[in-house]
C-alpha cells in the first residue's frame, strides 16, 4: 500500500534550521510531484510547497519564499523540506502529500489535488 512517512520534526529555538524527510513507499515516486502543508494550532491547514516530477519546479507560499526549500532525491523514493531562520510561528504540523502528474512539471498549491498523505510530525518553534 501506498505510504508517506514524514520525519525530522523536533523542537528547536526560534531563528534556527531543520530539514524534513518524507520517504514514500507502494508508489512510483517519480510519477508524482510532491507538496509540503502545515497546520498550526488554531488555524487551517496552509499550503507550504510543492515540487514538480523532476524536481526543477518548485513553488512557494508568498510567507515562506527564502525561508524554506524543498528538494527531492527520486533515487531515495524522498522529498525534504529544508526550514531556515525558523520562527515561533512556523510551529505546526507538518505533512508531505503526493500528487500523480502527466507531466514533469506540474504542480499544484491545492490540497485536493494530492492523492495521498502523511501522519504528519510536529515542528515546535521557541523563542
Known amino acids: 500500500q501506498v505510504q508517506l512517512a514524514e520525519s525530522g520534526g523536533g523542537l528547536v529555538q526560534a531563528g534556527g534550521s531543520l530539514r524534513l524527510s518524507c520517504a514514500a513507499s507502494g508508489l512510483p515516486f517519480s510519477m508524482y510531484a510532491m507538496g509540503w502543508f502545515r497546520r498550526a494550532p488554531g488555524k487551517e491547514r496552509e499550503f507550504v510547497g510543492t515540487?514538480?516530477?523532476?524536481?526543477?519546479?518548485?513553488a512557494y507560499v508568498d510567507s515562506l519564499k527564502g525561508r524554506f526549500t524543498i528538494s527531492r532525491d527520486n533515487a531515495k523514493n524522498t522529498v525534504y523540506l529544508q526550514m531556515n531562520s525558523l520562527k515561533p510561528e512556523d510551529t505546526a504540523v507538518y505533512y508531505c502529500?503526493?500528487?500523480?502528474?502527466?507531466?514533469?512539471?506540474?504542480?499544484?498549491?491545492?490540497?485536493?489535488?494530492?492523492?495521498?498523505w502523511g501522519q504528519g510530525t510536529q515542528v515546535t518553534i521557541s523563542s
Open positions: 515540487i514538480s516530477r523532476n524536481g526543477y519546479n518548485t
Open positions: 502529500a503526493a500528487d500523480r502528474r502527466t507531466t514533469y512539471t506540474a504542480t499544484s498549491d491545492r490540497a485536493n489535488e494530492y492523492d495521498y
